[in-house]
C-alpha cells in the first residue's frame, strides 16, 4: 500500500490498523539534537485518545508512547525516529455483521474494489486510529517549530450550525481551548456545542463541525511554487485526515462576493516590529503560497461521522439489500478529538518547508 508517507525533508510515514497489535510512525528528517519532551508527546496523544470525556468514544485505550529508536538520552540523533502505541481494547467482535457488507459513505466498497479485501474490523487502515502515528510526529515538529517562535493553536469553531462569534478578532489560547471538553475557547459557546452532542448522540445519530487553526510566528518565504506551494500542502495534509470534506484559508470562499478593492491585502510598514506586514490579513497569511510573515489563518470541514446507532439501508458484496446498524463505540463528533491531529499535521507540513527553504537562496 502507498500513500502512507507525508513530507520530503521532514518525512513522516505511518504503519498500523485499527484492529491489529500496535499503531505507528517512522520520522526521518528531524535534525540532530533537538530535546524531545517526551511528556508532552504523552499529552497531544492523550489529547487525541479515545474515552477521554462524555462526549467521545469509549473504547479504552491509554496510548502510551513508546519510542523505539531516533532518540538518545531524549534528544534526536538524526537517525528515523520510530515510536508505537499498542491497540489494547478491539472489541473485532462487534464487527463480524459488517464482513460482508457495505457501510454507507465509508471506505468498505471502495477498499475492496481497490485491493480486492479489506480488513472489516473497525476499518483496518480507513480508521482513524491511524492518526496516532500523525499525533507523536506532530509533537516532534512542533517541539522542532517552538525553536523557531512558530506556534500553533486550533480550537472548535462550529459543531452543526452552533457557531463560535468573533474568533477572527481574538487571541485564543491553548489554555482556553483545554478548558472544556469540547475544546471551543468560548464557553458560553461550547456549553451550547456539548449540548447540541449530547442530544444527538441520544438519538443515535452524529454531527459535524468546524476545526479552526492559527499558525503564529510563521517566518515569510515558506511555500515551494508551483505545485507546492505552502497553502496547498495544508491543503493536502488536512484533507488527508478522516473525515474531512472541505479546506479554506484566509477569507476562503467567501471572498468570492467582495471585490478586488475590497479584499486585496493592502502592505504596511509596522513601525514597533520594523517589519512589513498587511492591513488585513484577508489572504491568511499566505500570497502566492509563500507565506507573507503574518498569522496563518485556515479552516477544517469535517463530516458527520459515518457510523450511527440507528439502522440504515446498504447492500451487500452480493448486491442483496441489507440494514445495519452500528455497534461498539463511536464518537457522535469527531472534532473534539481531531483537534490535535489539525495541529500536528499543520506542524508537519511548516517543519517540511523550513527545512526545504533553506536551500532557497545563499
Known sequence: ???????????????????????????????????????????????????????????????????????FEEITTGAPISAMVENKDQRSQDYEHLEKSYRPSHADFTYQEKYGLRDYRGGGRSSARETVGRVIAGSIAKQFLKTFGIEIIAWASQIGEIVMPDQDQKEISYEQVESNIVRCPDIKTAKKMQKLIEQVRSEGDTIGGIISCRLK???????????????ADLGKAMLSINAVKGFEYGKGFSCVSLKGSEHNDIFIFDQESKKIKTEKNDSGGIQGGISNGMDINFRVAFKPVSTLMKVQRSIDDEGKEKEIKGKGRHDPCVIPRAIPIVEAMAALTLADHILRNRSSKL
Open 217 to 231: 510566528g510563521v517566518p515569510s518565504g515558506l511555500g515551494e511554487p508551483v505545485f507546492d506551494k505552502l497553502h
Open 1 to 71: 500500500m502507498t500513500g502512507s508517507s507525508f513530507g520530503k525533508l521532514f518525512k513522516v510515514t505511518i504503519w498500523g490498523e485499527s484492529h491489529g497489535p500496535a499503531v505507528g510512525m517512522v520520522l526521518e528528517g528531524c535534525p540532530a539534537g533537538l530535546k524531545i519532551d517526551i511528556a508532552d508527546v504523552q499529552r497531544e496523544l492523550n489529547r487525541r485518545r479515545p474515552g477521554q470525556s462524555s462526549i467521545t468514544t469509549n473504547r479504552e485505550e491509554k496510548d502510551q508512547v513508546i519510542f523505539l529508536s531516533g532518540l
